[in-house]
């Protein structure tokens, strides 16, 4: 369950955004995640309220926004979008794809008082 | 005052007291710059450094093992093994004549770069050797945490089946090399080994694939014989 360290990880940036631009109360946490990142949204959501707790972002709504799965299919000379890993190319059926979008994983925003 | 918000949900600034604040930051940041400190150390060092990774039970220390009792006789080998528990592999590995530090994760389900960094400190010197990193047996977690390694090698054993690379893609679309153990297996297992490769490719169209047994030895002058191009293409880099 590497998404509660990677809850952890928000909550860090979190609390060191609060020191450097001195906000008390995070009402938004606003997540950037890939398809084929490491993350699994629902995942998050669980244990972001866990890592939430006792924190300057205790009670914030997790807002994610998922990005598209994007690659480059060597076989027919083109972006694609895929929905996942070892999906094949939905123009030729190859699998010869370099992913070259999707493995985002970024705090975006954070709605704070 | 609060304005509130318009139908767009945008916020106007100044206007109310909720700020939105824009941060693009990489969620994996610290870990990412830790790791980062970590590979500078083992260029610095012109140390190779591997992370072994694969499900528990896929044999990854007895093809250590194996390994590093072969290598040590021509460079200094250090290995770092992370486990929830015990120092049941890091004896075996001090067995050879080794060093070993061994990394407790408690509750954790993967190494990361710090706890790395700060096992290295722990090592004796290895200038111009070979560090293997033994990841905790966990087939997803280890992919997301960058630990300063040359690259990835993930372990896959002919008793787990040929679809592994379909149900675990993140680990072997990170992973450079994948080393298919117990392969002495495969005839009673029916495995098949071309269809286990083909599957990985579709992950991972780039991925190297070796076939080993870590009990008979097969296979492993090859592993060799790729740990000493990849020694040479990094020092081509430095």
Not at chain 2, 6 to 11: E, S
Request: glycine fraction near 6%; include cysteine.
């Amino acid at each position: 369950m590497h998404e509660m360290a990677l809850c952890q990880g928000i909550i860090e940036i979190v609390e060191e955004e609060a020191r450097r631009r001195s906000f008390s109360k995070v009402r938004t946490v606003c997540l950037e995640i890939g398809a084929l990142s490491h993350a699994a949204p629902e995942a998050m959501k669980f244990c972001f309220e866990a890592a939430a707790a006792q924190t300057i972002a205790d009670g914030a709504v997790l807002e994610i926004e998922k990005l598209p799965g994007l690659a480059w299919c060597m076989a027919c000379s083109r972006s694609v979008e895929i929905g996942q890993r070892a999906e094949p190319c939905p123009c030729c059926g190859s699998y010869q794809l370099h992913v070259t979008a999707g493995e985002e994983m970024r705090v975006k925003q954070l709605e704070v008082d | 005052m609060n304005c509130g918000t318009d139908p767009a949900r945008l916020k106007i600034a100044g206007m109310s007291s909720d700020r939105i604040i824009q941060i693009e930051r990489d969620i994996l940041g610290r870990n990412n710059t830790m790791a980062a400190d970590n590979r500078a150390r083992f260029l610095a060092d012109d140390l190779l450094v591997f992370n072994l990774v694969s499900s528990p039970g896929a044999g990854k220390t007895s093809l250590l093992v194996r390994a590093i009792s072969e290598l040590k006789k021509s460079r200094p080998v250090g290995v770092i093994e992370g486990d929830q528990q015990t120092s049941n592999d890091a004896e075996r590995v001090r067995a050879t004549g080794v060093p070993a530090v061994q990394i407790n994760t408690g509750k954790g389900c993967h190494l990361d770069a710090a706890m790395v960094g700060e096992a290295y400190r722990r090592l004796p010197p290895l200038k111009d050797g070979i560090l293997f990193i033994e990841n905790v047996g966990n087939l997803v977690c280890p992919a997301a945490f960058d630990l300063g390694e040359a690259c990835k090698i993930v372990v896959l054993s002919t008793t787990e089946g040929e679809d592994k690379p379909l149900k675990y893609p993140d680990m072997f679309a990170a992973s450079a090399l994948m080393l298919i153990n117990k392969i002495d297996l495969a005839p009673v297992l029916d495995f098949d080994p071309a269809q286990t490769i083909e599957y990985a490719r579709r992950v991972n169209p780039k991925i190297e694939v070796l076939t080993v047994s870590a009990r008979n030895g097969e296979g492993f002058a090859a592993f060799y014989a790729w740990i000493r191009k990849q020694a040479a293409h990094q020092k081509r880099r430095a």
